[in-house]
Nanobody
Framework: QVQLVESGGGLVQPGGSLRLSCEVS????????MGWYQKAPGKQRELVAS???????TYTDSVKGRFTISRDSAKDTVFLQMNNLKPEDTAVYYC???????????WGQGTQVTVSS
């Protein structure tokens, strides 16, 4: 059973930074495209950033230049470095894995990020 466990959320002032982590267990990390999604109140869950097994990354326009996704295969972990945070970044952030060969997806439980003064 593949499990994804997020950590690193919290309360931060506008302009601050947070680093989210998502550790994967029970699967083969090197086969997965990893993604971070945000779910804000009253909105649908949206993809923020993703990184393929080969390390190619993509970002939604609203976070380009502020967020950086990375992965550490030695630790089976994906990170989301979030800088210059804005109140509109407030959301629950979910980690997602997608097996690049069979399309099977798994989700973490989510971690709350609140940007407020």
């Amino acid at each position: 059973q593949v499990q994804l466990v997020e950590s690193g959320g919290g309360l931060v002032q506008p302009g601050g930074s947070l680093r989210l982590s998502c550790e994967v267990s029970g699967g083969i990390f090197r086969l997965y495209t990893m993604g971070w999604y945000q779910k804000a109140p009253g909105k649908q869950r949206e993809l923020v950033a993703s990184i393929t097994a080969r390390g190619q990354s993509t970002y939604t326009d609203s976070v380009k230049g502020r967020f950086t996704i990375s992965r550490d295969s030695a630790k089976d972990t994906v990170f989301l470095q979030m800088n210059n945070l804005k109140p509109e970044d407030t959301a629950v952030y979910y980690c997602n894995s997608e097996n690049e060969y069979n399309g099977v997806k798994y989700w973490g439980q989510g971690t709350q990020v609140t940007v407020s003064s």
